[in-house]
């Protein structure tokens, strides 16, 4: 179990964390969101001990991440770190090696890690020779093979496309069903929302949202509302209640409530005249909600 307590780092006059309190239990997955510069990455580095907090501390099982610990992690940075000359295999092998696997251990493996990320190379290629994505799948293989028990990815999904996005979303998937604590960054909320028990929202280091991607979304109410009706958008606009209403590609009308308790009184007017096929009362997305707690002004 990762748990962040209180956790202050100070650059100068800039407060990059101040006062962030998380917990990742064992065989659970935390998303972290915010915008760029929010104090993800500043986060992932005090729980790496690469940088030591002013305040807080940052507890791995109880007590704080000790060298013998860091065979024990796989830890995906932001910033890509493969050597280019180096061939796959030798890649995969040396960074094993780091976390305490031998080749004999790891090298019958890579054949398997490989087919699992469709990486499209063999591993006699040098990774100069791999496009960008399949590089960046050569650095996945070597932060998960080695099997960790805590799991660090800084947007893991950049660049990725949503096949080989749905690859590392599977990937993930796993490590967690094998126990792994898993924490990762990500500026799609789609995965976030696809494979997170927990998420974490941070704006100017602080952190404003903390929970389960469903009560997080509750909280902000069922104020959009998906139905299917011959009514016009504009007379559904006129209803009580009816902030905007849109329609979507598949033909539905959305409306935007200012309330919650709306949805009766339009679900009374707009069946009056008998069934409907689609009404579904929806609390926003968590790219809404993203983009709303992003556009607060500053306290």
Request: proline share 4%; with cysteine.
């Amino acid at each position: 179990m990762l748990e962040a307590k209180s956790l202050v780092k100070r650059f100068g006059d800039l407060v990059a964390v101040d006062g962030i309190d998380f917990t990742i239990e064992k065989g659970s997955i935390l998303g972290l969101i915010g915008q760029n510069g929010a104090g993800k990455t500043t986060t992932f580095r005090l729980i790496l001990n690469l940088l030591g907090p002013d305040e807080g501390e940052v507890l791995w099982n109880g007590h704080r991440l000790r060298k013998k610990d860091y065979d024990t992690v796989g830890y995906l940075p932001e910033e890509r770190g493969l050597y280019p000359k180096v061939t796959i295999e030798d890649q995969i092998l040396y960074f094993a090696q780091l976390r305490g696997k031998s080749k004999k251990e790891i090298k019958p493996q890579i054949d398997a890690w490989m087919e699992k990320f469709q990486v499209k190379g063999k591993k006699s290629d040098k990774v100069k020779t791999l496009s960008k994505g399949n590089q960046q799948k050569v650095q996945l293989i070597c932060t998960l093979i080695h099997e960790p028990e805590l799991i660090i990815l800084d947007e893991p999904f950049s660049g990725l496309d949503p096949v080989n996005a749905e690859l590392l979303e599977e990937g993930i998937k796993e490590a967690k069903k094998r126990g792994a604590s898993i924490i990762f960054s990500s500026h799609n909320m789609n995965n976030v929302e696809e494979i997170c028990d927990n998420l974490v929202m941070l704006r100017n280091g602080r952190m404003v949202l903390n929970g389960t991607v469903r009560d997080i979304r509750e909280q902000f109410g069922r104020t959009r509302l998906f139905l299917e009706t011959p009514i016009a958008e504009e007379e559904l606009g006129q209803m009580p209640g009816v902030l905007s209403v849109s329609g979507t590609s598949e033909g539905l009308k959305v409306l935007t409530l200012d309330a919650p308790e709306r949805g009766k009184d339009i679900f009374d007017r707009v069946t009056e005249n008998g069934y409907i096929t689609t009404f579904s009362q929806q609390p926003p997305t968590l790219e809404e909600i993203f983009k709303l707690k992003a556009g607060e002004p500053n306290e």
